[in-house]
Every structure is written in C-alpha cells, then in structure tokens.
C-alpha cells in the first residue's frame, strides 16, 4: 500500500507561484508512477501531470499547464512535487497526489492510480 500527503496549497494571486508536496509511505513508491490530478468546483477530475518510477520522464495535460507545470520526484526521500508558476485564476482547485504502484510509466489515465491524497486546496486570485 501507498499512503499520500499533500501540503504546499494556499492562496495565490495570478502570475505568482506555489510548489505542491506529496509525501508518501509505502513500500512500492519507488517503482510507482506517480501523478497530480485537480478537480475544481462543479467539474470533473483532471489530470496535471505524471512522472515515470525513475523520474526519467513526465507527462503533462495540455497547453493549460504545459510550460507553467513542473512535476519532479525524490525517490530516496518518498517525495513528489508540482511547481507551478505563472498561476491563472483557472488554476483554482483542489489538488491531488496519486500513486500508480502497476505502472511504471507517466500515465494519464487515472484509473490506473490505485492511491489517492486527500487532496490540497489552490485557489489563484486575480
């Protein structure tokens, strides 16, 4: 099993920046892509953007976030992070760490994350 932990949320204006934090326990992190997903009110879940078990390699969602996104991860330390810079108002939702422990490259699709973070709030002001 995967535990996740999101930390790093707040209140943002626009053009500014926050780095998000999942910290994760379990035995199986290292071998597990990992993934930011975000879901705002009154819409569906969305993902942002994953990272491969090795760190070698990373996808995004589309131009919304491509270019302003950076997702990283610290296998020794059991960690994942999103930078995120140039924050938008559209960027206002909730975040979501996932784990996906049978996968081991940066998948999109999020019905291959089995663990989910209870999630932290970003909301961007303009």
């Known amino acids: 099993q995967v535990q996740l932990v999101e930390s790093g949320g707040g209140l943002v204006q626009a053009g500014g920046s926050l780095r998000l934090s999942c910290a994760a326990a379990?035995?199986?992190?290292?071998?597990?892509?990992m993934g930011w997903f975000r879901q705002a009110p009154g819409k569906e879940r969305e993902f942002v953007a994953a990272?491969?078990?090795?760190?070698?390699?990373?996808?995004y969602a589309d131009d919304s976030v491509k270019g302003r996104f950076t997702i990283s991860r610290d296998n020794a330390n059991k960690m994942v992070y999103l930078q995120m810079n140039n924050l938008k108002p559209e960027d206002t939702a909730v975040y979501y760490c996932?784990?996906?422990?049978?996968?081991?490259?940066?998948?999109?699709?999020?019905?291959?994350?089995?663990?989910w973070g209870l999630g932290t709030q970003v909301t961007v002001s303009s």
């Open positions: 990272v491969a078990w090795s760190g070698g390699n990373a996808n």
């Open positions: 996932a784990a996906a422990p049978t996968t081991a490259w940066a998948t999109w699709h999020d019905y291959e994350y089995e663990y």
């Open positions: 379990g035995r199986t992190f290292s071998s597990a892509a």
